[in-house]
């Protein structure tokens, strides 16, 4: 007839997933929200900009030096009277893509490099190590200059070109910490339980070494996109294709007429890589916490 | 002895090394399609394949790659860099010639970067949160994100051509008479704008690193036991204090060597300074082989031996590097 007495209330804490809960750390670094807002809008003109604009980057649609807003262009045109912002819209896209291909290079040969050595140990160990210090003396730029030169300048050899020489803080990094986990207990469970070298290496120490790799990864795309712009600053590019560095490189003799289709390209170029490197302290907060250093 | 051992088997490591770059520029100049001769051949205006053969010949370069490796290492050992076709001098003497202007931008930004990074970390570190303090956070993120050669072109447009402080190019004016200052003094104003682009890249590194590492030295046990004995603040910090956070910062800008000549080659490019900067900049373009190898050897040289320099130096700051190894 009672009434069986209300349970009392027990507070359901949610299992919240590894991802929520760095979204989470991420979302409390105010600049890296904004930086990754700006950068989605980078991307998106990107991607969109060109076919939304429509005008050909190529076209020589007005007199040259036509000053931003005037004439009817929203940036004005370059030396050859072709419109600025086509060229920028245009070269995002290409300051993008080699940022993004030269970085995933160097992070594969870094990864690979660095796991072989800090899971070998030994003799392997050494061996790959003098490879990295090998990499390390190369003086980056003008190895990638000659490289492009000698080579040829398409997109795919300026790619090589930048990844083969910024591989070598993926490699230290992969290694510190493959050194660091591989003596730990879970480690040497799974390899008691039968687990080959192979599945050792990539399938239970990687994902763990993961964080510090993937906030050099972020920073390394930022790196990579100056580094492409110096490239294509020296005329060192893809003569077919417009990149941000090579907007600058072509105008920079005549900034006295027209100072804007110098300033205007660095600009995108610096607002992006700022945006990446805030972008990647907000990584940091989310994926180390412990090694948050303030 | 344990000390002198050391040391030689770092020599012995860069002697490999620098063996290991000289065999992989040379390996990789070779695979590239054209050669000396064509460079020949094109200074003289073109000439038909039977010249092409008979240059080849007189340069060795119908023997196979590894005869010709060999005379190429055989001759470096002996500080022969060959001779450019397209400067028509030796590679040695044209490295040599440009080599000053080079030295002077890269130490003068290199020192005006330690120096002033330093300084403004310490104050920094001081008042984590005063407006200096914020101006380093920010500047930092400026350096790293800014390319090099843009903000050198806007130093260019704010303080040549806007107004006119500086001179636009080039590392003297001929037009200046007068005895050894007046040249040095040109030079001077000249140096100015490269010296302080190269620099902004550097400051960055130094500022930022100075500040997190000064804040951590004040935070500990003797600094808190110099401020207890009564030592006026100012001698904790820079007499106490400083010293140790100095090494991380020496460290770091010892590992900058590479990267300063890589923002060494955009600089002077920016600026027409006539170094090694701009000098592998047009023998890479005019495909001048000699030159370029003899570049990449030299500069490989530069940073190894600027790491063994850096590892003296550490050891002079901080006596507990050397007990370590």
Redesign the interface.
Known sequence: MSDTPALPEIPVEKARSPLAEAWEMFRRNHAAVAALVVLVLIVLGAIFGPPLYGTDPFDMVWAPFSPPGADGFLLGTDYLGRDLLALILSGARVSLLIGLAAAFVSVFIGVTVGALAGFYRGFVEEALM?VT??F????????S???V???GASLPMITFAIGVVSWTAVARITRGEFLRIRELEYVTASRASGASNLKLMFRVILPNALPPIIVQSALMV?GAI?FE??LS????TDPNVVSW?QI?GSN?TY??ES?FT??IP?LA??IT??AI??VGDGLNDALNPKLR?R | MDQLKALSIRLIHAAILLLAVLVLNFSMMHMAPGDVADTISQSMGGADEAVLERIRADYGLDQPFLVQLGRYVGRVLQFDLGYSFFYNQSVTSLILDRLPATLLLVLSAQIVALLLGVVLGVISARRPNGILSHFVTFFALFGYSAPVFWTGILLLIAFSLKIPLFPVAGMQDVTVEGGFFAHALDIARHLVLPMLTLASIFLALYSRLARATMMEVLGSDYVRTAKAKGLRPRDVVYKHALKNALSPVITLAGLQFSAVVSGAVLVETVFSWPGLGTLAFQSIIARDTPTILGILFFSALVVIVGNILTDLALRLVDPRVGGRR
């Open positions: 003098r210090e090998f390390q003396v190369l003086p980056t730029l003008l190895f200059m000659v490289i030169a000698l080579f930022g100056l712009a110096g600053f020296l005329g060192l560095g600058i920079r900034i006295l100072p110098v300033t660095g170029i610096f890589v700022l490197s805030l250093q």
